[in-house]
DNA sequence: ATGGTAGTCGCACTA
């Protein structure tokens, strides 16, 4: 059986539920999470999703900020997880049943971090840190991550390698590519054999973004993009992300100018072979 | 070193 799943962060689902209903209709992921939708879960557009089919839906909503939501044509239970120190809506995680088979799904949308890459005088920056060593922390004591099946996803905020930025030099100081928070993402990411799908079949020096800047004029022109969305599998999905090669995989670059207000991600698709692994 | 844009709880905050 082979699934696709979905990664956007949206920038307000509410203004932008046409172009995330035009993006399912057309590419029909099986499962789709959903970051900034920047609503309280009375205020999801519930019947929006549900009128294409994607009927099991799971909202973690606050007033005006962050927010995460998983919309999914298979059905979902949501699983109690809690990494933001604040207690935002950055977070959800859920096992969604694929057939005879299931697998975690795990929705995040880890804080920006501020201006200044120092946690000692920047709030915001001390509290990436604290979430991401939450996420650390939780995988760390779960027994067997490396058998479990786990796909993670989202706005990670945080572009790993040299090419997941437009200029590694100019941004090494700059929040998101500091050599800090990708050491902590990179050890996470190998302490638990993670796989960074975006990456897998993706040569080393390929220039790979999912997020450009809204505050700079033809920024596509000049593609000052970086790449901060993420989909991860576990050690027992990677032969289903294999399975299905490069092809399986896409960032869709078109997305950031498809519409003349466009959220400034674009989605992610990664496609699972069930079956293999 | 600064400012640029976008969305929301809009006269401020987060990104």
């Not at 979902?76 to 809690?82: D, Y």
């Not at 120190?85 to 057939?99: E, F, I």
């Not at 390929?206 to 000052?224: C, I, P, Q, T």
Request: charged letters at 25%; aromatic letters at 10%.
């Amino acid at each position: 059986m082979k699934i696709k799943t979905a990664s956007w962060n949206i920038n307000s689902v509410r203004l932008r539920i046409d172009q995330v209903t035009q993006f399912l209709t057309e590419q029909q992921p099986d499962i789709l999470g959903l970051q900034e939708i920047k609503c309280v879960e009375e205020q999801f557009p519930y019947q929006a999703f549900r009128d294409i089919g994607y009927e099991h839906i799971e909202v973690k909503g606050q007033k005006g900020y962050h927010g995460a939501a998983t919309v999914s044509k298979l059905p979902l239970e949501r699983l109690p997880t809690e990494f933001c120190p604040l207690g935002h809506a950055r977070h959800v995680s859920t096992r969604v049943q694929a057939g005879g088979t299931d697998f975690e799904f795990h929705n995040f949308y880890i804080p920006a971090g501020g201006d200044v890459a120092d946690p000692v005088i920047n709030d915001k920056f001390a509290h990436k840190l604290d979430f991401l060593e939450n996420m650390r922390t939780y995988f760390s004591g779960r027994a067997a991550v490396g058998d479990d099946r786990l796909v993670l996803v989202g706005d990670f905020n945080i572009a790993p390698h040299e090419h997941d930025v437009w200029g590694h030099k100019q941004l090494l100081k700059v929040v998101s590519h500091t050599p800090l928070e990708v050491g902590i993402l990179e050890t996470l990411r190998q302490t638990h054999d993670f796989t960074d799908t975006s990456r897998l079949f993706a040569s080393e020096t390929e220039k790979l973004y999912s997020w450009w800047s809204y505050r700079a004029r033809d920024v596509m022109k000049s593609n000052r993009g970086r790449r901060l969305d993420h989909i991860w599998v576990s050690p027992a999905l990677r032969p289903c992300v294999e399975a299905v090669g490069k092809a399986g995989h896409e960032i869709h670059v078109p997305c950031r100018t498809w519409h003349a207000k466009p959220s400034d991600h674009v989605p992610m698709t990664q496609i699972l072979d069930l079956s293999a692994g």
